[in-house]
C-alpha cells in the first residue's frame, strides 16, 4: 500500500483481508483457526528503510511506489514507523544536511527501534555510496543518539 493511501481508519479492513487470505491460503491442511493478535493502527513498525535523495544542495528522505518505481516519494513523516523513529528521523536529517561530509555521498537510512519497555532506542545506520571515516562520523553526528538510557556518541 502506499503511503499516500495510508489511513489508520482503515486498519480493521486491511486486517480482516489479510486474515482472510490466510484462511484461504491454508485451507487445503486443515489447520485450527488462526489466532489474531492486531496491531495499533500507527507506530507498530520496528524497522524503517528509506533512501536518501539528493536534490541540489538539499537532501530528504524517499521511498518508491510499486507502480511508480522510478519516482521517489519525499516522505517528510512515517506514521508506521515506530514513534522513536518518527522522533529521530528528523533530528537525523537536520544533522545530515548540516554536515557536507556525511550527505555527500549518503545513500540509505535504516532504523531499527527496541521493544524496550521504558527505553525505546532507536539504532540509526546509514549506507554510504563509498567509505567514510567513523571518527569523521562521530564528531558530525555527535549526541544525535543520545538519550536517557542511549549511550553517548561516540561510544
Same mark, same amino acid.
Given at each position: 500500500?502506499?503511503?499516500?493511501?495510508?489511513?489508520?481508519?482503515?486498519?480493521?479492513?486491511?486486517?480482516?483481508?489479510?486474515?482472510?487470505?490466510?484462511?484461504?491460503?491454508?485451507?487445503?491442511?486443515?489447520? @485450527? &483457526?488462526?489466532?489474531?493478535? *492486531?496491531?495499533?493502527? !500507527? $507506530?507498530?513498525? #520496528?524497522? %524503517? =528503510?528509506?533512501?536518501?535523495?539528493?536534490?541540489?544542495?538539499?537532501?530528504?528522505?524517499?521511498?518508491?511506489? @510499486? &507502480?511508480?518505481?522510478?519516482? *521517489?516519494?519525499?516522505? !517528510? $513523516?512515517?506514521? #508506521?514507523? %515506530? =514513534?522513536?523513529?518518527?522522533?529521530?528521523?528528523?533530528?537525523?536529517?537536520?544533522?545530515?544536511?548540516?554536515?557536507?561530509?556525511?550527505?555527500?555521498?549518503?545513500?540509505?537510512?535504516?532504523?531499527?527501534?527496541?521493544?524496550?519497555?521504558?527505553?525505546?532506542?532507536?539504532?540509526?545506520?546509514?549506507?554510504?555510496?563509498?567509505?567514510?571515516?567513523?571518527?569523521?562520523?562521530?564528531?558530525?553526528?555527535?549526541?544525535?543518539?543520545?538519550?536517557?538510557?542511549?549511550?553517548?556518541?561516540?561510544?
Amino acid at each position: 500500500m502506499p503511503l499516500s493511501r495510508f489511513d489508520p481508519a482503515n486498519y480493521p479492513a486491511l486486517l480482516a483481508e489479510k486474515v482472510a487470505q490466510f484462511r484461504l491460503a491454508f485451507a487445503p491442511f486443515a489447520i @485450527p &483457526e488462526p489466532e489474531v493478535f *492486531p496491531s495499533a493502527p !500507527e $507506530h507498530y513498525r #520496528l524497522r %524503517a =528503510e528509506f533512501r536518501i535523495w539528493h536534490h541540489g544542495d538539499d537532501l530528504d528522505y524517499a521511498m518508491f511506489d @510499486p &507502480e511508480n518505481p522510478k519516482q *521517489p516519494v519525499m516522505v !517528510e $513523516h512515517f506514521p #508506521l514507523a %515506530a =514513534e522513536s523513529i518518527c522522533a529521530l528521523m528528523p533530528r537525523l536529517l537536520e544533522r545530515l544536511r548540516a554536515s557536507q561530509t556525511l550527505r555527500g555521498g549518503l545513500f540509505q537510512a535504516d532504523f531499527l527501534a527496541t521493544l524496550r519497555l521504558f527505553t525505546r532506542e532507536v539504532i540509526p545506520a546509514m549506507v554510504p555510496v563509498g567509505p567514510l571515516i567513523t571518527s569523521t562520523c562521530a564528531r558530525c553526528m555527535g549526541g544525535i543518539c543520545s538519550g536517557p538510557s542511549a549511550p553517548a556518541w561516540p561510544p
